[in-house]
Structures are given as C-alpha cells and as structure tokens.
C-alpha cells in the first residue's frame, strides 16, 4: 500500500528565504507526482506535476525534483514572499487496484513572515 | 471557463441525519474522484467514477456512504445516519488526463 509522508509538518521562515520541503512515498511504481497549495477554506491548486520519467520541473520560483528510486521529491521555493504562506501537499499517482486516484501526504504548513 | 464546483459549501447536521453533497465537474472531464480531509488527517480518497461507473469504491469507509454520477457529469455523495467522525472536508476533483482539478470542498460538521 502506497504511503506519503512529509517532512517538516509546519515550516516558518522570514520572508526572502529559499526553503526546501520534502516527500518521501514508500513504493516507487509511480505514475507521477503533484505538488499541490491549499489555501485556508479553499481547494487545492496544482503546483508542478512530474512523470515518473522525468527529474525535476520548474515554474517560476518553484522547483520539484524527483528521486524515483530512492522515493523521494523535494518542493525547493525561492525568494520566499508572504504570499507563498499556505499548506503544501505531495501526492502520488500509482496503479494501484487500476484506480487513477491520488495518494496524500498529510502536507507542510507553510507561514513566510514579513 | 468554470473551474470545479461543489455545493454546499458549509453543512452542519445533527448525529444521525442524512446528507447529500454534489459535485460540478469542469464540463468534458470523464474522470471523477471524491476525497475526504479530516482535522489533522491527509486527504484520503473515496471513490473514483469513470463516466457513470465507478470501479474504484475502495475509500468509502462504510456501507453508510454512497455516491453516484449521472450523465458522465454531477456527482452526488450521500452520507447516511451521520456520524460526528464523518466531520471533514469532503472534495470532489475531475480529470481529462493527467491533472485533477480540485473543487473547494464542503466542510461537513456533525453534531
């Protein structure tokens, strides 16, 4: 069974840092990976998607990496702003019971302090 | 275009009621999925609908819950006899191929 767990579970930093938030998933049989925001009282919004095959993504300030064998991704944020405080959850796609669904860790919550 | 939405946002039932909760999907997405995020708790999924047919039900964590899809678009999510620990977030996502799209959820308190 498909575990995610992240690391820390609440990260708080001054504004203007880089900062690093981690993932880890027990099996490597993945499809891909989603980083996604959650903002309080509000959905998710998908950050960076990386297939299985590929190493890293990149958009803007954010860049996700992804260690398949070792099963591992990492979130790197640059530049922090106040606006980046949110939660920051990593989820997996496996083929698991021929479903498409996503498996969650339990997310970062993110505080940027002006 | 319109995102994913779901109605009603805020529920507050009493232990024992029945509740319904629908999902929007982004029109044209095929794919559905239903998850739960409870306080402290990731979000854990539910069901997930291919058009009107589900072959994934494996989330749903009692015979009390049940969903269906109609016209491979709304999708209603029925908690029967409420619990206090059915009290979440219930999210429902849609999908055309690799990216779901996640609706706002409706917070669900059972008292």
């Known amino acids: 069974k498909q575990e995610v767990t992240q690391i820390p579970a609440a990260l708080s930093v001054p504004e203007g840092e880089n900062l690093v938030l981690n993932c880890s998933f027990t099996d490597s049989a993945i499809y891909n990976l989603q980083w996604f925001r959650q903002d309080p009282g509000k959905g998710l919004t998908s950050l960076l998607l990386i297939q299985s095959s590929q190493r890293e993504q990149t958009s803007g300030r954010l860049n996700a990496s992804l260690d398949k064998s070792s099963g591992r991704s990492t979130l790197y944020i640059a530049a922090s702003q106040p606006g980046d405080s949110a939660t920051y959850l990593c989820a997996v796609k496996s083929p698991q019971g021929g479903s498409e669904k996503l498996v969650f860790g339990k997310g970062t919550k993110l505080t940027v302090n002006p | 275009g319109a995102g994913v939405s779901q109605s009603p946002s805020n529920k507050v039932t009493e232990k024992g009621k029945d509740v319904e909760l629908r999902c929007d999907p982004i029109s044209g997405h095929t794919a559905l999925y239903w998850y739960r995020q409870s306080l402290g708790q990731g979000l854990e999924f539910l069901i997930y609908f291919q058009g009107n047919s589900a072959p994934d039900k494996s989330g749903l964590p009692s015979d009390r819950f049940s969903a269906e899809r109609t016209g491979g678009s709304v999708s209603t999510l029925t908690i029967q006899r409420t619990q206090q620990e059915d009290s979440a977030v219930y999210l429902c996502?849609?999908?055309?191929?690799?990216?779901?799209?996640f609706g706002p959820g409706t917070r669900l308190l059972v008292l």
């Open positions: 996502a849609s999908s055309l191929s690799m990216l779901q799209y």
